[in-house]
């Protein structure tokens, strides 16, 4: 096994806490002024596990060249890439995620580093890994939403595209049900195949 594939199992041990962490500390949900230290730490540490997860599955970047810190919502890049386009694309990752509050890039240009590119087997496991977690995080976020009744639809994701399946009250329902999907990081497109109870 390679290192990025051992990269990828430790982030999978963190990422299973995620959706336990996402239902007390939500991504992007920052503390207000006078919450404890633990919960900006919480955010911190949620903020970096995304952003590391982020590298990972970026075919362009090599995640184990890049080293990310994150302080109060303030991101710290440092480490080596092979170009200026990679520096820049690393940055504007970090910039898109939610809570990111500012990206410090001290990110070095290294041309002569190898190419991050995967064996075909090593991407689909990857791929495989991503979906399972795609899958994971429109659950918590449907079981996160009291006006969705979660427990009657299923997720399955392929491709980063999401499928939803089963049963729901009402048409609003079937539509909040897909924007939850749509809106989740990494979802490309949504397949909303959600029926609506005759006794809703």
Same mark, same amino acid.
């Given at each position: 096994?390679?290192? !990025?594939?051992?990269?990828?199992?430790?982030?999978?041990? %963190?990422? *299973?806490?995620?959706?336990?962490?996402?239902?007390?500390?939500?991504?992007?949900?920052?503390?207000?002024? =006078?919450?404890?230290?633990? =919960?900006?730490?919480?955010?911190?540490?949620w903020l970096e596990t995304q952003l590391e997860t982020a590298y990972l599955f970026n075919p362009?970047?090599?995640?184990?060249?890049?080293?990310?810190?994150?302080?109060?919502?303030?991101?710290?890049?440092? *480490?080596? %890439? !092979?170009?200026?386009?990679?520096?820049?694309?690393?940055?504007?990752?970090? @910039?898109?995620?939610?809570?990111?509050?500012?990206? =410090?890039?001290?990110?070095?240009?290294?041309?002569?580093?190898?190419?991050?590119?995967?064996?075909?087997?090593?991407?689909?496991?990857?791929?495989?890994? @991503?979906?399972?977690?795609?899958?994971?995080?429109? @659950?918590?976020?449907?079981?996160?939403?009291?006006?969705?009744?979660? *427990?009657?639809?299923?997720?399955?994701? !392929?491709?980063? %595209?999401?499928?939803?399946?089963?049963?729901? !009250?009402?048409?609003?329902?079937?539509?909040?049900?897909?924007?939850?999907?749509?809106?989740?990081? *990494?979802?490309?497109?949504v397949s909303n195949e959600l029926e609506i109870s005759r006794s809703g």
């Open positions: 096994m390679n290192k !990025r594939l051992k990269f990828t199992l430790s982030v999978l041990a %963190v990422l *299973g806490l995620a959706g336990i962490l996402g239902r007390v500390v939500p991504a992007g949900s920052m503390p207000a002024d =006078g919450e404890c230290v633990e =919960g900006q730490a919480a955010n911190d540490k362009h970047l090599n995640n184990l060249s890049i080293d990310t810190e994150v302080k109060n919502g303030e991101v710290m890049l440092t *480490g080596t %890439v !092979r170009s200026a386009i990679d520096r820049d694309l690393a940055e504007e990752i970090a @910039k898109s995620l939610d809570g990111v509050k500012s990206v =410090g890039n001290s990110l070095e240009i290294k041309e002569d580093m190898e190419d991050p590119g995967l064996p075909e087997s090593d991407t689909n496991f990857l791929q495989k890994v @991503k979906d399972a977690t795609t899958t994971a995080q429109v @659950k918590t976020r449907l079981i996160g939403n009291e006006n969705i009744s979660a *427990g009657d639809i299923d997720v399955d994701t !392929r491709n980063d %595209v999401v499928r939803l399946s089963g049963m729901v !009250r009402s048409a609003t329902e079937r539509q909040l049900a897909e924007f939850i999907a749509r809106n989740t990081s *990494g979802v490309l497109a």
